[in-house]
């Protein structure tokens, strides 16, 4: 491997590792924030001793997962300049305004109104203090709605224009970036899981009090609330997940087909519900993909276009150019080794566009212009080698996509039972089966969670912008051995700060159940 | 609105975030206070003064690296791909801050309170330090070259290159460093002024801080005006960009002197901010009674740091020269976003009043009523 292709996967490993570790703390912030605000309304309406208590112990666990979801939150910013600094200029003109934006008004308000609400219980007014304590999660979810606006824009990126003469891509739709059902669905569907997360640590803390026969009716209180935010944010999940797919199967297809192991496609086609894929599998050749499967007919041309008799491309079909129309008929499409002729064709186009620019020459500039635009949608592929260079990671992509969707089915089920022990047979808490239920659902949600997120970034690889710049050519120019330096030091600090952070939790996990309720 | 109007209104509003940077680093000024205060209560008082307000440093050094992204990706690809271990080194400081505060003091912390506090040391020093090695830069340089057809070598696709040793060289470079150690001085200085005026602690405390600002203070104030007399005798780079987007770059000797002399309300702005500065500090050490001098010096903080990016930026001036290339440097014409993009953000930036309002109104209501060990012992502290 030479340098260059070492410093693109250390720097792929630096990112996946900082956003894993500091997606494990953010959608707990997510939606524990609102948990706190919904019972801090509660004691502001009743003014009840008890829910105040209660309000302070679940604001001190956020607050203990707070800090920690900075201090990995800061880094993830900062990389795009450090370790991919040539994205940074190639589509920072883009990408730049929402990181902007969500710290202008979004981190402000959440880093301001945090303090009140930790401090400021007898300096500020009841009302303004809950005010804060709203404004806090408002905050953490504005601040993720402009995140994900970035992260949708790579991944569908619209309201922009490549100018030859800066050779980068510059703004020109603000409205199609903020607002692209990409980022909408992204932003929704990242959100509402954190609820759905922060439900499960609700209610299996609150369990635990249970297990432990401590603070009965602080607990069944506590497994209401974190039962209903859980349900609805799973349903949501649900709901926002299919029209994410249905983007996905727009815009990513070749995404899509990983996800499903799917390298030959029908009208009609199936959703593998449960498989084994065949690990040496490959593009174009004939063996089987899966060792053992079940299916669901019809499924994925449902989740894909609302339609069971649609064509969904598989990874074959995609590097061929072929699609199928209902009545069997083959319509062709770009094949992706046209794709990689196009895309030089750009390059070459961008590269007498220089030499005209350097020779002061204003009509061989125009010329140029003329071929980078016609070829400039698929400019990225100008650097790939191969076709295969173009297909994502299938064994990684399919197993965090139906461990994603597998464990998400559980967690529909486990509110369901939340909900209807909590209101029906509470004595179901008393016993030590649901507690246990319980405690066995907190990895899974952590898992499911973090699946998904695999699922969307390993399947859209090689792409950094899809389409438009692969990874490797997105990197800084910095030597292999300081981006493994700085990959084992954050790895060493983040897994030192998440040992601490789960420490002090549990004592004061510990410590709350033992407290003296009002 | 055109470009050009755009692009100064944007560096106008970088050098704003910059400036409430380097006042608010203060709170990294009173970590760097914990060693050399060796009682509990003095500790703990430290600690909580600063830690209700350390969110709002962090907060600013992100829509500082956030707003000059959007602003000017040239320079975000450019410094920090390059100058690897500046950035990195600043952004570990920050990391091991960040729980520190929350952690100190909580059972089960794994570390032990020791341990944080060293964390809280180290991002006091190493942060106020290392961001003025990379302030500094916007004067002495550095070694980097940008060549954007490199987006097409496959090979070798980096617009940005650096020098080996990727941004240690800066740091050891002892003219950035000079700023490095006035801003270390400037924050601890202005912690004990901030401290004197939100603590409501007892009078030997107190008179504690004011010593201490007066040494602190005497130590910035030899730092800074050695880095001044740098600045205002050093060659500096006026880079004007031809229509083919080339830059012509002419060495001009005392390039900030004179642009503090053209840019008569740059150069106004660092008078009133070094007497401002000296005022605060000065009427604090020599009046008992005097507990504002934390808003004197800091309005004076803002008004040299802003100074200091005018003269870096505007006038034709190269704000990030190339010792390699000059014609590689970074001006605010040639290495901005789009005047599209710069429109898009100039109107989200209309909104600044208000967060500021909000942030002032929290900020009032907060320290309206004086921090003292007693709340400590009742209320939710660090």
Known sequence: MNDLMTVVDWSRWQFALTAIYHWLFVPLTLGLGVIVAIMESIYFKTQSQRWLQITKFWMLLFGINFAIGVATGIILEFEFGTNWSNYSWFVGDIFGAPLAIEGLLAFFMEATFIAVMFFGWKKVSPGFHLASTWLTAIGATLSAFWILVANAWMQYPVGMEFDPAQMRNVMDNFWAVAFSPVALNKFFHAVLSGWCLSGVFVVAVSCWFMFKKRNREMALDSIKIGGWVGAAGILLTFATGHSSAVDVARTQPMKLAAMEGLYRGEVGQELVAVGVLNPDKKPGDSQDVYKAKIALPYGLSILANNDPNTFVPGIDDLIEGIELTPQGDTVRTVSYAERIEIGKAAHAALRDYDAARAAHDDQAMKDAEKRIREYYPYFGYGYLDSVEEAVPPVGMTFYSFHIMVIFGGWLLCFFALVLLAAYWKPRWYDSQWLPILAFLTVPIVWVCSEAGWITAEVGRQPWIIQDIMPNKAAISAISASSVITTFWLFAIVFTIFLIAEMSIMWRQIVKGSKMKIS | ?382
């Open chain 2, 1 to 382: 609105m055109t470009l050009e109007y755009l692009q100064n209104y944007w560096w106008l509003l970088v050098s704003v975030l910059g400036s409430a940077l380097v006042f608010l680093l203060f709170v990294q000024g009173g970590q760097t206070m914990l060693l050399g205060t060796r009682s509990d209560e003095d500790r703990s008082l430290i600690i909580n003064a600063m830690g209700r307000k350390w969110e709002l440093t962090f907060t600013t050094l992100v829509v500082f690296g956030g707003a000059f992204f959007a602003s000017f990706p040239l320079f975000y690809s450019t410094s920090f791909g390059g100058a690897y271990w500046l950035w990195m080194l600043i952004l570990l400081s920050f990391v091991i801050q960040a729980v520190s505060y929350e952690y100190r003091r909580k059972p089960g912390n794994v570390l032990g309170t020791g341990t944080y506090d060293l964390f809280l040391f180290i991002n006091g020093c190493v942060g106020c330090i290392l961001l003025g090695v990379a302030v500094s830069m916007f004067f002495f340089g550095a070694d980097f070259t940008v060549v954007k057809s490199n987006v097409l070598d496959s090979a070798s696709p980096v617009i940005s290159q650096w020098g080996p040793t990727h941004g240690f060289e800066a740091i050891f470079n002892w003219k950035n460093l000079i700023l490095g150690v006035a801003v270390l001085f400037l924050a601890r200085t202005q912690a004990c002024l901030y401290m004197i005026n939100c603590l409501g602690s007892d009078p030997k405390f107190t008179a504690s801080l004011r010593q201490r600002a007066l040494i602190n203070g005497g130590i910035f104030v030899v730092f800074v005006l050695w880095f001044l007399a740098m600045l205002l005798t050093a060659v500096g780079y006026t880079a004007v960009s031809n229509a083919y987007g080339e830059l012509e770059v002419t060495l001009t000797p005392y390039k900030y002197f004179h642009n503090y002399v053209n840019l008569w309300w740059a150069g106004l702005a660092l008078l009133i901010g070094v007497v401002a500065v000296l005022y605060g500090i000065g009427r604090t050490v020599f009046d008992k009674g005097f507990r504002s001098g934390i808003w004197y010096s800091g309005i004076g903080t803002a008004l040299v740091v802003m100074s200091l990016f005018w003269v870096a930026g505007y006038g034709d001036t190269a704000y990030y020269p190339s010792l390699a290339d000059p014609a590689s440097s970074l001006t605010i014409r040639n290495s901005s976003s789009s005047e599209f993009t710069l429109k898009v953000m100039s109107f989200v930036s209309i909104l600044v009043p208000f967060v500021l309002a909000y942030i002032a109104y929290a900020w009032y209501s907060m320290d309206r009523k004086k921090l003292t060990p007693k709340e400590l012992e009742t209320d939710h502290h660090y």
